[in-house]
């Protein structure tokens, strides 16, 4: 089963808004990750955030983690078309004994020019 | 410095067949893992590859196997396909066999059974 999963599953915006991004997950967790992938491609690296953080940024993406809720969102803001692709978050295995990251399903997100 | 590539790109296969998929890993990484890709779907973990031996496995069957060589490079065989392994086939490298740290990933082979 899924340990992250993204809400919404699909998102079309306009050029210039903002998009946010919601993952949900079950166990604990030692840190968070959020990956870019266009479509078809590989998987690309854009944040972690640690359990112990509540909020980081980079550029134009701020991630924040609630532990206790067990959610983390991706917003990206003043978006542009380039933007557009699928957004994946990713969990570690604290709390399943596993040493791998687990994926969710994703978010595609559509910006329009 | 390369990151890490896949070969092939593509392939198609018949129910049946068996296949290797290939990967180098990102310059300096030891630690291989693969992932399967539905259409529409997430990343699914296969295994973890480290000091040439399988760390970590995911739900896969036994027709899934693989090889980490004394170079880090790695090799995902799958025997017996099905249809339902059509996906696209992500190995992502890292310098942390923990599983905690961040992926670099390749631009995946896509295999077609028919």
């Known amino acids: 089963s899924q340990q992250g999963e993204e809400d919404p599953q699909a998102l079309s915006i306009q050029e210039g808004e903002n998009a946010t991004m919601n993952c949900s997950y079950k166990t604990s967790i030692n840190n968070l990750q959020w990956y870019r992938q266009n479509s078809g491609r590989g998987l690309v690296h854009l944040i972690l955030i640690r359990s112990n953080e509540r909020e980081k940024h980079s550029g134009r993406l701020r991630v924040t983690l609630d532990t206790s809720k067990k959610s983390s969102s991706l917003l990206i803001t003043a978006s542009r078309a380039a933007d557009t692709a699928s957004y994946f978050c990713?969990?570690?295995?604290?709390?399943?004994?596993?040493?791998?990251?687990?994926f969710g399903s994703g978010t595609r997100l559509q910006v329009q020019p | 410095d390369a990151g890490v590539t896949q070969s092939p790109t593509h392939l198609i296969k018949t129910r049946g067949q068996q296949v290797t998929l290939r990967c180098s890993p990102k310059?300096?990484?030891?630690?291989v893992s693969w992932y399967q890709q539905a259409l529409g779907q997430g990343p699914q973990f296969i295994f973890q590859y480290y000091e040439e031996e399988e760390r970590q496995r995911g739900n896969f069957p036994d027709r899934f196997s693989g090889h980490q060589f004394p170079n880090y490079s790695s090799e995902l065989n799958v025997n017996a396909l099905l249809l339902g392994d059509s996906a696209l086939y992500l190995c992502?490298?890292?310098?942390?066999?923990?599983?905690?740290?961040?992926?670099?990933f390749g631009e995946g082979s896509r295999l077609t059974v028919l």
């Open positions: 990713a969990t570690d295995g604290a709390g399943t004994g596993r040493r791998a990251l687990t």
């Open positions: 992502a490298s890292s310098l942390d066999w923990t599983g905690t740290g961040e992926l670099f």
């Open positions: 310059s300096g990484h030891d630690t």
